[in-house]
Nanobody, 121 residues
């Protein structure tokens, strides 16, 4: 089992920045990919960013490229998401997730409880 706890959510004005952090514990050696997803109100959960277990390869949704940065700190067992240039439509619950392989939402085995990000216009 892998346990994930997100932190860092909150209220930010459009155009502002916010940093999310995900603390991982348990069998983290089994994780091949760490990811961040978000679920806007009334919508499906969607991919935001992912990184391989060592943080050397990263992937981003087209909508966040150039504005969001995912990073993995193996010494601290954390996965961070730095967000800048936030838009009103990016209000959502943001989730940290872990998987053995890179894939879609349903491929991720472990999920955090989520942290709310609200972007005011």
């Amino acid at each position: 089992q892998v346990q994930l706890i997100e932190s860092g959510g909150g209220l930010v004005q459009a155009g502002g920045s916010l940093n999310l952090s995900c603390a991982a514990s348990g069998r983290t050696f089994s994780v091949g990919v760490w990811g961040w997803f978000r679920q806007p109100p009334g919508k499906e959960r969607e991919f935001v960013a992912a990184t391989r277990w060592n943080g050397e390869t990263t992937y981003y949704a087209d909508s966040v490229k150039g504005r969001f940065t995912i990073s993995r700190d193996n010494s601290k067992n954390t996965v961070d998401l730095q967000m800048s240039g936030l838009k009103h439509g990016e209000t959502a619950v943001y989730y940290c997730a872990a998987s053995r392989v890179l894939g879609a939402v349903d491929d991720y085995d472990y999920w955090g409880q989520g942290t709310q990000v609200t972007v005011s216009s």
